[in-house]
């Protein structure tokens, strides 16, 4: 798969098999600076870790469509938070709407960050190029992703800007959980708490 819009374009990246809790002690064996060649073709790691993740190309299709239509956004976070996979489990929470009407119901948090929904695929291979593709679809026009049975990503700016969404949604994703657990089910907040939320913070006229 060539990438030629992302050509003399620069990432760092996680190192496949590393572990997160690692690279906070040591950045050089868990992470690379690499630059995308050849017409997008081929890369050359400049720095560190030389074996990128194995989701390299799912991370980079993404990177495309920042490129090309959302410039604002450049990072991405990409992790396997339990409570997140445990919801793709629940088959009614399948459906991309549903979800959606769920999670941003269960603190007012999850709205006012998330006013542009959650997208949701079903289950991919992972590290696939089918992958990559579907997610650069679905986050043209969001920037938290479910995979299904998978994990969760996360866009935005900066690293913490993609990190503080992803905490907010498994924020939403154990208050959830921790109520369907007892045998109930979320009451959740109405439109009404909604809208009145959404227009004191000006995100709603």
């Known amino acids: 798969m060539a990438f030629p819009s992302l050509e003399g374009n620069y990432f760092i990246i996680t190192g496949a098999g590393c572990r997160m809790r690692d690279t906070a002690l040591k950045l050089e064996p868990n992470i690379g600076l690499i630059r995308v060649l050849e017409k997008g073709t081929h890369y050359e790691t400049l720095w560190g870790n030389d074996k990128p993740t194995s989701e390299l190309p799912s991370h980079l299709a ?3 469509t920042f490129v090309q239509s959302r410039s604002e956004l450049n990072s991405i976070v990409h992790t396997h938070p339990v409570p997140c996979i445990a919801l ?3 088959p ?3 459906d991309e709407k549903k ?3 769920v999670l941003l119901r269960m603190q007012h948090e999850t709205k006012v960050f998330l006013h542009d929904g959650i997208a949701a695929l079903d289950y991919f ?3 696939s190029i089918e992958l990559g593709l579907a997610s650069e679809k679905k986050l043209q026009d969001h920037r938290v992703l479910f995979w299904d049975n998978h994990g969760v990503m996360a866009t ?3 690293l913490l800007q993609a990190f503080d969404l992803l905490e907010v949604i498994v924020k939403a994703a154990e208050i959830f959980l921790t109520v369907y657990q007892s045998s109930r089910y979320p009451e959740s907040l109405t439109d009404e708490q909604l809208d009145k939320t959404l ?3 000006n995100l709603l006229e």
């Open 62 to 64: 993404i990177h495309r």
């Open 156 to 158: 935005g700016s900066t």
């Open 125 to 127: 291979v992972p590290a």
């Open 92 to 94: 009614e929470l399948r």
């Open 88 to 90: 793709t489990h629940v």
């Open 99 to 101: 979800l959606n009407d």
């Open 199 to 201: 227009r004191a913070f």
